[in-house]
């Protein structure tokens, strides 16, 4: 069984190979379900990580339907980790109804060219999973990780088991709330892969700070944080 990591750092991704997973999925910030890293920490992961690494292609949180702006982002990311050598993309487009953009979908999956892609957990929002699954395995998607569209894939294992019984040539890849008290229901229901992060918070200060600088109220799927022209007109205006 292939075991992927999903690192969140670089440190994250060293003990993943010193633990002798199979794969990374490399991404920042998993507060937020993950986003794209940082090129700085893509060309750290190449030089130190021998591994296989897969490289989440998200251009911010919130939902799956992209801007024109954001999904021409999205493409030079991709182009990026091609010519740095990363042996896989994990992205995905929906509409705004939760169905696929296939059309989106698909420009991402050529622009990968040879590298394996795996349709994220934007699959955890459709509303037809079963025709979902269908339709990215007519496009050469190589992988879909997901939960089985519930708060862990212990939980969804229902439709897990449904979407793997069913894939004819896409790697269904259980993901979500994955840890040692588990892991093994899903070996022996057949699965071939699983993704977890291992993660545990370690203390990097000594004294709480006296104010946070986290912001819960930016943290929503349906909306997104976007800097507004009026207010910053008036700002700008103010100290003419």
């Given amino acids: 069984m292939l075991i992927e990591v999903c690192a969140n750092s670089l440190q ?8 002798g997973a ?21 060309k750290a992961i190449r030089e130190k990580i021998t591994i296989p690494v897969h490289v989440l292609i998200r251009p911010r949180s919130g939902d799956f339907t992209y801007s024109n702006g954001e999904f021409e982002i999205m493409k030079t990311d991709i182009e990026t980790c091609i010519n740095m050598g990363f042996k ?37 929002w459709v509303q037809h999973p079963l025709e979902a699954l269908a339709k990215l395995e007519s496009l050469g998607v190589d992988c879909i990780l997901t939960s089985g ?35 093994t229901i899903f070996k022996d229901k057949g699965f071939g892969a ?3 992060s291992g993660s545990k918070f370690v203390k990097t200060l000594p004294i709480h700070p006296k104010i946070s600088m986290n912001s819960p109220s930016f943290l929503k799927d349906d909306e ?3 800097s507004k022209l009026e207010t910053l007109q008036k700002i ?4 003419k």
């Avoid at 991704?13 to 010193?18: C, Q, R």
């Avoid at 910030?29 to 794209?36: C, D, M, P, R, S």
């Fill in 194 to 196: 699983a993704h977890l």
């Fill in 149 to 183: 569209q519930q708060n862990s894939a212990e939980e969804g294992i229902a439709l897990l088991t449904e979407l793997h019984q069913k894939a004819a040539v896409i790697t269904i890849m259980p993901g979500g709330g994955i840890k040692p008290e588990n892991i």
């Fill in 236 to 239: 700008v205006n103010a100290v």
């Fill in 12 to 19: 994250s991704a060293i003990n993943a190979e010193k633990a």
């Fill in 224 to 226: 997104i944080s976007v």
């Fill in 22 to 42: 199979h794969r990374i999925e490399l991404c920042s910030e998993l507060a937020v379900g993950g986003i794209t890293p940082s090129y700085g920490l893509l």
């Fill in 88 to 124: 896989g993309i994990v992205s995905g487009v929906l509409k705004k109804d939760f169905t696929l953009d296939v059309e989106r979908t698909k420009i991402l999956i050529e622009a990968s060219g040879d590298l394996s892609f795996t349709f994220h957990r934007a699959f955890d």
